[in-house]
């Protein structure tokens, strides 16, 4: 079911069922495809979430109220979803206890290595980027693993942390404050702004792709350029 609201003079968002799923996620790839089409230059960004998408129209539109009524008579839904598939991105983490691993582990009743190869198994589908550039919300963990945010978030985030809160899980891409409990360190930078008006992209994942993770040693996330935070050195 789709609903289609008013948010300003010139955007709409659209609501899924609100649910954290691959199907969410697919129904709203296609619905951007279709959209797209439809609105052709009309159009100045779509902004996806788990279970929304925000269509932003350029100042030259032919009406919001006109194009929400286009959209409720066009738009569509499949029968059959397509499982669409992005890219798969790979990314290095340095596991350690410095932080929340050992009380993961302690909650779910399972040993650090246990939680370790628990988070690294599973394949993460992007479900929405944004809190900072570079932040990809992936989802879902084990059940096992699901564990709630800290009650009083940190004030200081180390740039690369690797976390999970519910059943969810992401990478820091710089120093912030943040409540999501700490598992270890990722070396790979997650958002460039030096290629901005370049051909490069600006993070290597996009929604809809896929990330999994591979523990490594501190030797490897020093040589892959990763920056320990001081209470690793």
Same mark, same amino acid.
């Given at each position: 079911?789709?609903?289609?609201?008013?948010a300003g003079e010139n955007a709409l968002i659209l609501y899924l069922p609100a649910e954290i799923s691959a199907n969410n996620l697919n129904q709203l790839q296609q619905l951007q495809q279709q959209i797209r089409l439809l609105l052709a230059d009309q159009l100045q960004e779509l902004l996806p979430s788990y279970a929304s998408l925000l269509i932003v129209l350029k100042? &030259?539109?032919? *009406?919001? @109220?006109?194009?929400k009524a286009m959209l409720e008579q066009q738009l569509t839904l499949g029968a059959t979803v397509s499982q669409q598939q992005g890219q798969l991105v790979l990314?290095?983490?340095y596991y350690h206890n410095a932080?929340?691993?050992d009380a993961v582990a302690e909650r779910?009743?399972?040993s650090t290595e246990q939680?370790?190869?628990l988070h690294q198994s599973m394949e993460y589908?992007?479900?929405?980027?944004?809190?900072?550039?570079?932040? &990809?919300?992936? *989802?879902? @963990?084990?059940?096992?693993?699901a564990t709630p945010r800290l009650k009083s978030p940190r004030e200081k985030v180390p740039k690369g942390a690797v976390a999970i809160a519910d059943r969810q899980t992401a990478v820091y891409p710089a120093e912030s404050p943040g409540g999501w409990n700490i598992l270890g360190l990722c070396p790979i930078p997650l958002f460039k702004p030096e290629h901005a008006g370049t051909s490069e992209a600006l993070m290597p994942f996009s929604v809809g792709d896929r990330v999994r993770f591979q523990s490594i040693?501190?030797?490897e996330f020093v040589a892959l350029g990763g920056q320990l935070p001081q209470e690793l050195c």
């Open positions: 079911m789709i609903q289609l609201e008013l100042p &030259a539109h032919s *009406g919001v @109220l006109a194009v990314l290095p983490v932080w929340d691993l779910a009743d399972l939680v370790i190869e589908r992007v479900y929405a980027i944004g809190f900072a550039p570079g932040f &990809a919300y992936l *989802g879902e @963990l084990d059940a096992r693993l040693s501190r030797d």
